[in-house]
T-cell receptor, first 109, second 115 residues
Framework: RKEVEQDPGPFNVPEGATVAFNCTYSNSASQSFFWYRQDCRKEPKLLMS???SGNEDGRFTAQLNRASQYISLLIRDSKLSDSATYLC??????????FGKGTRLHILP | EAGVTQFPSHSVIEKGQTVTLRCDPI?????LYWYRRVMGKEIKFLLHFVKESKQDESGMPNNRFLAERTGGTYSTLKVQPAELEDSGVYFCASSQDLRASDTQYFGPGTRLTVL
């Protein structure tokens, strides 16, 4: 079983819709969680950190469920510019950083 | 403020040759990381420098890979001799602190193709 698993998608979503995807992690001692965004042939860029209490940044909401070992990302009122691959990233207590393979999102006009 | 830069952006070499990749982190960032993404797979950690010291090199695939960070500024990753399976995108990232929540900033990557 992979340490960090994501649905690869693609998720094809009409502009303006709400989309959500999850990421599960296997190491219960994982310490920090992040969502990164990666555009085609570009480097990953931090979208948001994920805090235990959940956090929101504009149209984006991240949640952490430690009991079930998953994190989620919700995008409201999706824009064409949201089309990208979203990478789930987990940092363990030994500072190891583990990436998921990413979920591809296509926002359709 | 300049971001993380990597050189070259692309490299095409033949099996058995040597290639050296360079990463310049954000100025003042003590932490420097190397990652690799092989086609169809997830980004994988290779190693982590704190200043000039190797903090963790558990992700280095084998002894054909050598990373250095002399003086604690830029870093190089040398592959010698290169094999076909070394093809992929090599990312470098840097961060300021070692706090678990600290953001890592990624460079644009070097796309390596071994023929």
């Amino acid at each position: 079983r992979k340490e960090v698993e994501q649905d690869p998608g693609p998720f094809n979503v009409p502009e303006g819709a709400t989309v959500a995807f999850n990421c599960t992690y296997s190491n219960s001692a994982s310490q920090s969680f992040f969502w990164y965004r990666q555009d085609c042939r570009k480097e990953p860029k931090l979208l948001m950190s994920v805090y235990s209490s959940g956090n929101e940044d504009g149209r984006f909401t991240a949640q952490l469920n430690r009991a079930s070992q998953y994190i989620s990302l919700l995008i409201r009122d999706s824009k064409l510019s949201d089309s990208a691959t979203y990478l789930c990233v987990v940092r363990n207590r030994d500072d190891k950083i583990i990436f998921g393979k990413g979920t591809r999102l296509h926002i359709l006009p | 403020e300049a971001g993380v830069t990597q050189f070259p952006s692309h490299s095409v070499i033949e099996k058995g040759q040597t290639v050296t990749l360079r990463c310049d982190p954000i100025s003042g960032h003590d932490n420097l990381y190397w990652y690799r993404r092989v086609m169809g797979k997830e980004i994988k950690f290779l190693l982590h420098f704190v200043k000039e010291s190797k903090q963790d090199e558990s992700g280095m695939p084998n002894n054909r890979f050598l990373a250095e960070r002399t003086g604690g500024t830029y870093s190089t990753l040398k592959v010698q001799p290169a094999e076909l399976e070394d093809s992929g995108v090599y990312f470098c990232a840097s961060s300021q602190d070692l706090r678990a929540s600290d953001t890592q900033y990624f460079g644009p990557g070097t796309r390596l193709t071994v023929l």
